[in-house]
Protein backbone atom coordinates (compact mmCIF):
# COMPACT_ATOMS: atom_id res chain seq x y z
CA UNK A 1 0.00 0.00 0.00
CA UNK A 2 1.43 3.30 -1.05
CA UNK A 3 1.51 5.93 1.99
CA UNK A 4 1.28 9.21 2.24
CA UNK A 5 0.73 12.49 4.38
CA UNK A 6 -2.05 12.46 7.03
CA UNK A 7 -2.95 16.13 5.06
CA UNK A 8 -3.55 14.23 1.86
CA UNK A 9 -5.57 11.34 3.58
CA UNK A 10 -6.95 13.04 6.67
CA UNK A 11 -5.98 12.53 10.26
CA UNK A 12 -5.36 8.28 11.11
CA UNK A 13 -6.10 7.27 7.42
CA UNK A 14 -3.60 5.98 4.99
CA UNK A 15 -4.61 6.90 1.25
CA UNK A 16 -5.33 4.10 -0.52
CA UNK A 17 -3.17 3.91 -4.24
CA UNK A 18 -6.27 5.18 -6.40
CA UNK A 19 -6.95 7.91 -3.64
CA UNK A 20 -3.24 9.39 -3.63
CA UNK A 21 -2.92 9.59 -6.87
CA UNK A 22 -5.58 10.74 -9.33
CA UNK A 23 -4.66 8.64 -12.80
CA UNK A 24 -4.15 5.91 -11.05
CA UNK A 25 -5.90 2.87 -12.36
CA UNK A 26 -8.93 1.66 -10.34
CA UNK A 27 -8.63 -1.77 -8.01
CA UNK A 28 -9.56 -4.48 -10.24
CA UNK A 29 -13.18 -5.94 -9.41
CA UNK A 30 -13.25 -9.38 -8.33
CA UNK A 31 -15.00 -11.91 -11.15
CA UNK A 32 -18.22 -13.19 -11.13
CA UNK A 33 -17.28 -16.82 -10.11
CA UNK A 34 -15.24 -15.73 -7.31
CA UNK A 35 -17.77 -13.25 -5.62
CA UNK A 36 -20.12 -16.38 -5.84
CA UNK A 37 -17.94 -18.96 -4.63
CA UNK A 38 -16.93 -16.39 -1.74
CA UNK A 39 -20.60 -15.85 -1.01
CA UNK A 40 -21.03 -19.94 -1.16
CA UNK A 41 -17.85 -20.00 1.58
CA UNK A 42 -19.62 -17.45 3.82
CA UNK A 43 -22.94 -19.16 3.99
CA UNK A 44 -20.95 -22.56 5.11
CA UNK A 45 -19.54 -20.07 7.54
CA UNK A 46 -22.64 -18.48 8.69
CA UNK A 47 -23.72 -21.87 9.19
CA UNK A 48 -21.51 -21.87 12.86
CA UNK A 49 -22.82 -18.68 13.84
CA UNK A 50 -26.52 -19.99 13.70
CA UNK A 51 -25.69 -23.13 15.14
CA UNK A 52 -24.28 -21.12 18.06
CA UNK A 53 -26.92 -18.46 18.18
CA UNK A 54 -29.75 -20.30 17.59
CA UNK A 55 -28.69 -22.86 20.43
CA UNK A 56 -27.97 -20.08 22.99
CA UNK A 57 -31.53 -18.46 21.47
CA UNK A 58 -33.02 -21.66 22.34
CA UNK A 59 -31.32 -22.98 25.68
CA UNK A 60 -32.20 -19.82 27.44
CA UNK A 61 -35.22 -19.26 26.10
CA UNK A 62 -36.07 -22.87 26.78
CA UNK A 63 -37.95 -23.54 23.14
CA UNK A 64 -38.70 -27.46 22.88
CA UNK A 65 -39.14 -27.59 19.50
CA UNK A 66 -38.64 -25.83 15.91
CA UNK A 67 -42.37 -24.65 15.39
CA UNK A 68 -42.35 -23.08 19.02
CA UNK A 69 -44.55 -19.94 18.82
CA UNK A 70 -41.71 -17.52 19.02
CA UNK A 71 -39.56 -18.65 16.51
CA UNK A 72 -40.22 -15.23 15.02
CA UNK A 73 -38.00 -13.80 17.72
CA UNK A 74 -35.48 -16.18 17.18
CA UNK A 75 -35.66 -15.52 13.42
CA UNK A 76 -34.92 -11.74 14.39
CA UNK A 77 -32.36 -12.65 16.83
CA UNK A 78 -30.80 -14.16 13.84
CA UNK A 79 -31.31 -11.10 11.81
CA UNK A 80 -29.49 -8.50 14.62
CA UNK A 81 -26.89 -11.58 15.01
CA UNK A 82 -25.97 -11.57 11.28
CA UNK A 83 -25.64 -7.81 11.32
CA UNK A 84 -23.56 -7.52 14.06
CA UNK A 85 -21.17 -10.21 12.46
CA UNK A 86 -21.11 -8.63 8.79
CA UNK A 87 -21.22 -4.78 10.12
CA UNK A 88 -18.02 -5.93 11.92
CA UNK A 89 -16.20 -7.37 9.67
CA UNK A 90 -17.11 -5.41 6.98
CA UNK A 91 -15.93 -1.98 8.98
CA UNK A 92 -13.14 -3.71 9.43
CA UNK A 93 -12.57 -4.80 5.34
CA UNK A 94 -13.16 -8.35 4.98
CA UNK A 95 -14.92 -11.15 6.87
CA UNK A 96 -13.02 -14.53 6.52
CA UNK A 97 -14.33 -15.59 3.61
CA UNK A 98 -13.51 -12.70 1.85
CA UNK A 99 -9.52 -13.21 3.02
CA UNK A 100 -9.95 -16.93 1.57
CA UNK A 101 -10.98 -15.30 -2.03
CA UNK A 102 -8.84 -12.20 -1.55
CA UNK A 103 -11.90 -9.63 -1.72
CA UNK A 104 -12.00 -6.23 0.43
CA UNK A 105 -14.94 -3.85 0.52
CA UNK A 106 -14.60 -0.50 0.16
CA UNK A 107 -16.56 2.99 -0.34
CA UNK A 108 -16.80 4.35 -3.17
CA UNK A 109 -13.57 6.45 -2.79
CA UNK A 110 -10.93 3.24 -2.14
CA UNK A 111 -11.55 4.38 1.80
CA UNK A 112 -12.24 1.43 4.70
CA UNK A 113 -16.28 1.54 4.81
CA UNK A 114 -17.55 3.30 8.14
CA UNK A 115 -20.11 1.00 10.25
CA UNK A 116 -22.83 3.14 8.97
CA UNK A 117 -22.03 2.60 5.57
CA UNK A 118 -21.76 -1.53 6.71
CA UNK A 119 -24.73 -1.03 8.08
CA UNK A 120 -26.84 0.38 5.06
CA UNK A 121 -24.91 -2.44 2.64
CA UNK A 122 -25.96 -5.26 5.31
CA UNK A 123 -29.80 -4.21 5.14
CA UNK A 124 -29.47 -3.82 1.48
CA UNK A 125 -27.77 -6.92 0.77
CA UNK A 126 -31.44 -8.77 2.49
CA UNK A 127 -32.43 -8.20 -1.92
CA UNK A 128 -30.80 -11.53 -1.92
CA UNK A 129 -33.53 -13.31 -0.46
CA UNK A 130 -36.49 -10.82 0.59
CA UNK A 131 -37.99 -11.18 -3.08
CA UNK A 132 -38.42 -14.70 -3.32
CA UNK A 133 -39.17 -15.24 0.66
CA UNK A 134 -42.05 -12.91 -0.14
CA UNK A 135 -43.23 -14.58 -2.84
CA UNK A 136 -43.42 -17.92 -0.76
CA UNK A 137 -45.20 -17.29 1.70
CA UNK A 138 -48.29 -16.11 -0.29
CA UNK A 139 -48.47 -19.04 -2.41
CA UNK A 140 -47.82 -21.75 0.25
CA UNK A 141 -45.21 -23.39 -2.04
CA UNK A 142 -42.90 -26.59 -1.41
CA UNK A 143 -39.78 -27.03 0.16
CA UNK A 144 -38.95 -27.92 -3.47
CA UNK A 145 -40.30 -25.27 -5.56
CA UNK A 146 -39.15 -22.58 -2.77
CA UNK A 147 -35.61 -24.00 -3.29
CA UNK A 148 -35.84 -23.23 -7.22
CA UNK A 149 -37.34 -19.94 -6.72
CA UNK A 150 -34.37 -18.65 -4.18
CA UNK A 151 -31.49 -20.31 -6.30
CA UNK A 152 -33.14 -18.32 -9.18
CA UNK A 153 -33.67 -15.24 -7.80
CA UNK A 154 -29.89 -15.86 -6.11
CA UNK A 155 -28.93 -16.37 -9.88
CA UNK A 156 -31.05 -13.53 -11.34
CA UNK A 157 -29.31 -11.16 -9.29
CA UNK A 158 -26.00 -12.22 -9.48
CA UNK A 159 -26.02 -12.08 -12.81
CA UNK A 160 -27.42 -8.30 -13.21
CA UNK A 161 -24.19 -7.26 -11.50
CA UNK A 162 -23.02 -7.29 -15.40
CA UNK A 163 -25.51 -4.49 -16.12
CA UNK A 164 -23.72 -2.28 -13.64
CA UNK A 165 -20.88 -0.17 -15.00
CA UNK A 166 -18.08 -1.02 -12.86
CA UNK A 167 -19.76 -4.66 -12.42
CA UNK A 168 -20.74 -4.17 -9.25
CA UNK A 169 -23.82 -6.19 -7.37
CA UNK A 170 -26.33 -3.65 -7.27
CA UNK A 171 -26.81 -3.49 -3.11
CA UNK A 172 -23.05 -2.17 -3.39
CA UNK A 173 -23.78 0.66 -5.73
CA UNK A 174 -26.90 1.47 -3.46
CA UNK A 175 -24.70 1.42 -0.05
CA UNK A 176 -22.38 3.38 -1.71
CA UNK A 177 -19.36 0.10 -1.71
CA UNK A 178 -17.43 -1.68 -3.78
CA UNK A 179 -15.85 -5.05 -3.82
CA UNK A 180 -12.31 -4.94 -4.94
CA UNK A 181 -9.59 -7.25 -5.66
CA UNK A 182 -7.32 -7.16 -2.61
CA UNK A 183 -4.82 -9.58 -0.49
CA UNK A 184 -5.93 -10.31 3.05
CA UNK A 185 -5.38 -7.58 5.20
CA UNK A 186 -2.66 -7.71 7.67
CA UNK A 187 -2.94 -6.65 11.68
CA UNK A 188 -0.43 -3.48 11.99
Known amino acids: MVSSSPEASGPGQSA ?20 MACWLYEGMLL ?11 STLGQMRDAMDERRHL ?10 VYFVWFWAKGQTLAM ?9 RRGQPVTQGRALARYLLSWVWFLPPLAAIAPFKLSGG ?18 FHPDRQ ?20
Request: no cysteine.
Open 16 to 35: SPSASTPNAPAPAVPGLWRR
Open 47 to 57: FAVVFVSGWLF
Open 74 to 83: LQAFLFVVFG
Open 99 to 107: KTWNIRIVD
Open 145 to 162: ESTVLIFGWVAVWALLAR
Open 169 to 188: FWHDAWAGTRLITSKPMSRQ
